[in-house]
């Protein structure tokens, strides 16, 4: 398997992993998309039950976007939210770090530099 994909299933497995920790979070999420795509197939059939075409999309395409935008936003969530989010605690412990390596009076230049 070349290396990008093996990256990428390493971060749906750990994106999944997470997901899981919890079940009923998950068992929750899971009811609360379920929900969410209920709904928005009552409205497409509500609104296409009075019409043939929404602004010159028929409604197969409208369906075909909606299953787009709920897999993109799945994987966004499940994959790359949950990682960026621990990127961004690392650069935070990091840089905590890398501050209080810093003597007093470097600290201050520092600090008068960003806070005039």
């Known amino acids: ?3 990008p994909l093996a990256v990428a299933w390493l971060y749906i497995r750990i ?3 997470n997901e899981l920790q919890y079940r009923a979070n998950f068992i929750v999420a899971l009811f609360q ?3 969410a795509l209920a709904v928005a197939l009552v409205v497409l059939s509500l609104v296409y039950a009075h019409t043939t075409e929404l602004n010159g999309w028929t409604e197969p395409q ?4 909606l299953g787009i935008q709920i897999l993109m936003g ?3 969530n499940a994959v790359i ?3 960026m989010e621990r990127l ?3 650069i935070g412990i990091s840089e905590t770090r890398r501050l209080q390596g810093l003597g007093e009076q470097q600290r201050r230049k520092l ?6």
């Open 88 to 90: 961004m605690e690392e």
């Open 81 to 83: 939210q949950p990682n």
């Open 33 to 35: 998309a379920l929900l």
């Open 62 to 65: 409208l369906l075909c976007l």
């Open 111 to 116: 600090f008068e530099k960003l806070v005039p």
């Open 1 to 3: 398997m070349p290396r």
């Open 74 to 76: 799945g994987v966004i």
């Open 15 to 17: 994106g999944a992993m």
